[in-house]
């Protein structure tokens, strides 16, 4: 019903290889002029707290985003997502959340300037929302935790037919949701910098040890209706001790701090619109 749902519109956006749903969503959202929950509601999807590890997510794609050439590239995510569920019953999220007040919080995204940079259409990997995926392997830096000019870390879904910043829509995922500004503004932090920050050879291994365990999961096959059950049989200190990493590993602005790299603080072109519902 669901990919059914999804033939029946025009200029949906393929999802790029390793895409988020999160990610696919918002952008599916603006091609079609409509708001994140207008579009899910279409779709028959009720509104997910995070659509990153959704099981209804993956019970409706996990089978079938093969079948459908606009989605493929979703794989990645169902696969880690049916993992997720695996780990989680050991040991909770791996996923990243942040304090939204009020004891609440929220999903939230890294991201890679160089990747947000080079797209023709950016996207967020889902790899992005990993505690523990820390670095981007194909340019090597760090990844960046929040915009550089509010602070504030990526959150999505958003609906960028109503996120009015900057005096109209956002103009892509490489802009912020909240202030509109550029992700991209600053230079990223490369692995040598990192090291001089202090991130020793034994870090950086324990580094890309975990983001390949990870990026194993990931290409594990889309229609793996098995794997839940294989990654449950291993021993869950096993699997929980293979998402690990130590809480000492600097992130991209304790990098620039050390390194004398950060701007000078300074106000927002244009104060930050509330959050659009989504």
Known sequence: MLLTKVRQ?????TAAQGESPSSWITRAALSQGVRIRAFTNFLGWKFAYDWDQDILFTRAFGHEVATMPELVGLSEATNLISALLVARAFRGSHLLYRS??????????????????????????????FQNWRYCPKHECLLE??????????????????????????RSLKHCGKC???????????????????????????????????????????????????????????????????????????????????????????????????
């Open 100 to 129: 939204s007040g009020a004891g609440r919080s929220a999903p939230f995204s890294r991201y890679c300037v160089e990747c947000l940079e080079e797209a023709v259409s950016p996207f967020f990997r889902v790899q992005w929302r």
């Open 180 to 278: 509109g500004l550029l992700l991209t503004k600053l230079a990223p932090v490369t692995l040598q910098q990192a090291r001089l920050a202090g991130i020793s050879d034994a870090d950086l291994a324990t580094m890309q040890r975990v983001q390949a365990h990870i990026e194993e999961i990931s290409h594990s096959g889309s229609s793996d209706a098995d794997l839940p059950h294989r990654m449950s049989a291993r021993k869950p200190e096993v699997f929980v001790e293979s998402f690990s990493m130590p809480s000492t590993i600097i992130d991209a602005t304790q990098a620039r701090r050390r390194l004398g790299l950060l701007p000078p603080v300074a106000m927002p072109a244009v104060y930050p619109y509330p959050v659009a519902d989504r």
């Open 145 to 170: 935790d929040a915009c550089p000019s509010c602070g504030i870390p990526p959150c999505l879904p958003i609906s960028m037919m109503c996120a009015k910043r900057q005096g109209g829509i956002l």
């Open 9 to 13: 519109l025009a200029y949906v956006p």
